[in-house]
């Protein structure tokens, strides 16, 4: 008998065939020597005796395989372990899995969930056997027998198993048991989250269907009972599986669709009243505690050395921890709304449950999460971040003013308090979409519903916040590199158009003189634009950021160390990745910066280019421009890397080819040509710059830029300030 991937295997019966194979192995092969020596003797061909010896072979093979399972039925006989069995009449027949890997598979896992069910049951002696199987949890075939044994009851029920006896062992003053059993239940839980994971995942061989999913959100719902314990939510004791999880294999989309995303509502479910209540009286957002935090549990079944006494993680921060570790899991989780819900899950953890995470005090997941759902370059992960900054700026609007000077003033402390850890998160979704303000601010478009004023509002959260700051400033450096390299070369013509990727009718834009050819007059004029261009966003943010820092009493009129570290590292100098190098002078130039590893970011997001400049000068490991020591402020900072920007541009683009090299301290052969940047001394490079400033022309982009980007009318405007002139360096 034999089904899809099994075969059916009577006993006594497979015992007899097995016996008599082996058996036949051995006379086949003793005969064949027989007839070989007979064969030799007489002189004739001894092909039938080699024919008989490979016949002899395959059936010692064959009677290896048969000796194999028939060890392995012997086995599944003793553990009391079948894939199915019926007595059709003279023994039993057992269900046997055609791979014998997949059958040994079958087999420990089967053994390994009895052993899960013991412990869930309350017999921790058990976890010593199902520990031997941990190795196991990668493979499809051991993880469904695990879990056709274990249950999604019994799945729930082993961490609450261990949370109730870890509680008992300390009540008792166990010290050298509870050692014991923690560092135990810490592999198990690991092995569980492992299991799960793949058990969960459509994509994953062990998926256990969608039945099994909706098993774990009833079972997550229900209440269970674990040793004295006598009360717990079944999502409280699954949080600690979720809690150890390591994200090498993350859980996937439909895991949060079914059983993430209903472990939100139920907290909000069971705890919506109380916390109404809560608030009323002054003592805040208490979450639904994960089995380990209401037991007091400490880090006692948590991975994290780092956990102390006073955990307090809920649920949903060990939710979070799992969501945050794929983006496809985040948007499952983040872009949803539940039925009879007026907000998303995303505006829910923003705003309702944000008190609830201050109370826990527990804000890496939730930092994480909404990296892992805003920073892409996909339409969802956008969505979310235009909705995050649109939440996020009502929610700060209020905490601002204007204040007798004129500049910006903090109206609501509390507020900005309870909206402090939001700020990196808010940082780096509006940097993954740079180009977004770049539209705010020139075109008066909008972002979601985002407008260039609610932009300006969540850039003063965000921009307090120093990586943060770093970031967006790192963003827009690379979108307005990307600007300037999509200015023309100078000499585009009709006979080059294809090789530099120009079309006819941008020959047309770009050639202001109409003589057929683009001039260095030409390619000036389309540099000005740019440059004046991208001044206006950085203007924005490097001028929020000082009124940000005014109001809260931080402001000290230094640069910010990241900003000078990046002038530091001359990040401007780099080209766009992939960009052709036309001008003559630029062949070369850039030498070894320009790696392959580099190119590989052609096309990427701005803040991802950024990531990769800043991890080149890293390996670099030198400093190119002196000036870093000298910038006194963060516009000086933004001035430099825009003369580093430009000059790259002009020797790019050919505006710089004709322009004379003799005796200069950053040239190198004869006739002269640039040295390779990564061979110029910081002397050099700002001779470099000098020469760029007075003989290619950038003195003029520069002065332009310079006006634009310290003009503070617009923030003037978005939030609704009067900023001394003096300060902006005048309008």
Request: proline fraction near 4%; include cysteine.
């Amino acid at each position: 008998m034999t089904t899809q991937g099994f075969t059916g295997v009577k006993q006594p019966d497979f015992d007899t065939m097995t016996a008599g194979h082996t058996r036949a192995a051995g006379q086949l092969d003793r005969l064949a020597q027989a007839l070989y020596g007979e064969l030799q003797g007489a002189g004739l061909d001894p092909g039938p005796a080699l024919r008989l010896r490979d016949l002899a072979r395959r059936v010692g093979t064959q009677a290896e395989d048969l000796r194999r399972r028939q060890a392995m039925i012997q086995e599944m006989e003793r553990q009391r372990v079948a894939f199915g069995t019926c007595t059709p009449g003279g023994g039993t027949l057992f269900g046997m899995p055609d791979a014998l890997d997949a059958a040994q598979g079958f087999l420990d896992g089967a053994v390994a969930g009895r052993a899960a069910s013991s412990v869930a049951g309350g017999d921790t002696a058990a976890l010593a056997k199902l520990e031997k199987y941990a190795a196991k949890a990668g493979n499809a075939d051991f993880v469904k027998a695990f879990l056709n044994q274990l249950g999604a009851k019994g799945v729930t029920e082993l961490p609450g198993s261990l949370a109730a006896a870890l509680r008992a062992g300390r009540l008792n003053g166990e010290t050298e048991a509870v050692a014991g059993l923690s560092a135990r239940g810490k592999k198990t839980l690991r092995m569980l989250s492992d299991i799960l994971s793949r058990a969960t995942d459509p994509k994953n061989p062990a998926y256990m269907g969608e039945g099994f999913l909706k098993a774990l959100a009833e079972q997550g719902r229900a209440e269970h009972t674990s040793g004295d314990v006598q009360s717990y939510a079944g999502y409280q004791a699954q949080a600690l599986i979720w809690a150890a999880h390591d994200g090498k294999k993350p859980f996937s989309r439909k895991f949060m669709e079914i059983v993430g995303r209903d472990a939100v509502v139920y907290e909000q479910e069971q705890y919506k009243d109380r916390w109404s209540f809560g608030v009323g009286v002054g003592l805040g957002k208490v979450p639904l505690y994960d089995l380990a935090a209401a037991l007091g549990l400490g880090g006692l079944l948590k991975p994290d050395p780092q956990v102390g006494a006073k955990d307090k993680a809920s649920v949903v921060d060990d939710l979070l921890r799992v969501a945050g570790t794929d983006k496809d899991a985040a948007h499952a989780l983040l872009d949803h709304t539940p039925p009879g819900w007026k907000q998303s899950v995303l505006e829910h953890l923003l705003t309702t449950r944000l008190d609830a995470f201050h109370f826990s005090g527990e804000f890496g997941a939730f930092e994480r999460v909404f990296l892992a759902g805003t920073t892409g370059q996909d339409p969802t992960s956008r969505k979310l971040a235009a909705e995050m900054t649109k939440i996020l700026a009502d929610e700060v609007r209020g905490a601002f003013g204007k204040a007798g000077d004129g500049n910006l003033e903090v109206t609501d402390k509390d507020v900005l308090d309870r909206l402090a850890p939001l700020r990196y998160p808010l940082a780096r979704a509006i940097a993954a979409n740079i180009d977004q303000l770049s539209r705010l601010l020139l075109h008066h478009d909008t972002f979601g519903k985002v407008a260039a004023q609610d932009m300006s509002y969540a850039l003063a959260l965000a921009t307090t916040d120093e990586a943060g700051f770093e970031a967006l400033i790192r963003a827009q450096t690379e979108h307005m590199r990307a600007a300037l390299d999509t200015v023309p070369p100078v000499g585009l013509d009709r006979s080059n158009l294809k090789r530099f990727g120009f079309t006819e009718a941008e020959l047309k834009m770009f050639d202001f003189d109409e003589d057929g050819r683009v001039g260095k007059a030409d390619v000036h004029q389309f540099l000005v634009d740019r440059t004046v261009a991208e001044a206006r966003p950085f203007a924005h943010l490097v001028e929020i950021r000082r009124q940000a820092l005014i109001a809260e009493g931080q402001y000290d009129q230094k640069a910010d160390e990241s900003l000078r570290a990046m002038v530091r590292d001359a990040i401007g100098l780099f080209p766009v990745p992939g960009a052709k190098q036309v001008g003559a002078l630029a062949d070369g130039a850039f030498g070894k910066l320009l790696t392959s590893q580099f190119d590989k970011a052609t096309g990427a997001a701005y803040d991802e280019i950024s990531k990769q400049v800043a991890h080149v000068m890293a390996a670099e490991g030198r400093s190119l421009d002196a000036t870093y020591q000298n910038v006194a402020d963060n516009r000086l900072a933004v001035e430099r890397l825009t003369e580093q920007m430009i000059a790259t541009t002009m020797l790019k683009k050919g505006m710089l080819d004709q322009v004379r090299l003799k005796d200069r301290s950053f040239t190198t052969a004869s006739p002269p040509r640039i040295k390779p940047f990564a061979e110029m001394s910081p002397e050099q490079y700002s001779a470099f710059l000098y020469w760029t400033r007075w003989n290619g022309g950038s003195n003029d982009l520069l002065d332009r830029f310079q006006r634009t980007f310290r003009d503070t009318t617009e923030v003037d405007d978005y939030l609704n300030l009067q900023i001394p002139s003096s300060a902006g360096g005048g309008k």
